[in-house]
């Protein structure tokens, strides 16, 4: 199951075994009560997240790209550069693309990797919230994922 909410019905869902939760950087900060300016910063965040017994942790971060945590491993990804256009959709596109990768058995930095083309393809697109599978196929290899070290104690 993935699920992409906010606040109070985030903090619920966390609880749920095996969910996966797609907050932005926004709504990941407001729950942790502080900033997550920094991959370190999101990483720590999420850490309640998935002591509450969350699978994983997808976090969109807009221009910075995402970050995927999970229990005792951790991801980024970005394009290499800026793109220019509207946000409008690039999080359902993200969360559509994590679905698909989960269904798939993808693992977590190839299931990042498209997610991130995705939302950049829906950024691109001349009408919001549509997403050109093409564009997406010439996103995707410009994506970069490296590891993020997940805070002692996460697991």
Do not use: F, Y
Not at 32 to 45: E, N
Not at 67 to 86: E, I, K, M, Y
Not at 135 to 151: A, C, G, H, Y
Request: proline share 6%; with cysteine.
């Amino acid at each position: 199951v993935v699920v992409d909410v906010d606040d109070e019905p985030l903090r619920r869902a966390s609880k749920v075994p095996g969910v996966v939760l797609m907050p932005n950087v926004d709504e990941l900060s407001r729950l942790a009560g502080s900033s997550c300016a920094s991959l370190a910063d999101v990483a720590v965040a999420a850490q309640g997240l998935l002591l509450g017994g969350a699978a994983g942790v997808v976090v969109t971060r807009g221009p910075d790209g995402m970050v995927a945590l999970t229990s005792d491993r951790g991801w980024s990804a970005q394009l290499d550069g800026p793109l220019t256009g509207n946000p409008t959709g690039a999080g359902d596109a993200a969360a559509a693309a994590v679905i698909r990768g989960l269904a798939a058995g993808h693992s977590w930095p190839d299931l990042l990797r498209d997610a991130a083309a995705m939302s950049a393809a829906a950024v691109v697109a001349p009408v919001a919230g549509h997403v050109d599978v093409h564009v997406n196929d010439e996103l995707i290899r410009r994506v970069v994922v490296s590891t993020v070290p997940v805070p002692s104690g996460a697991t």
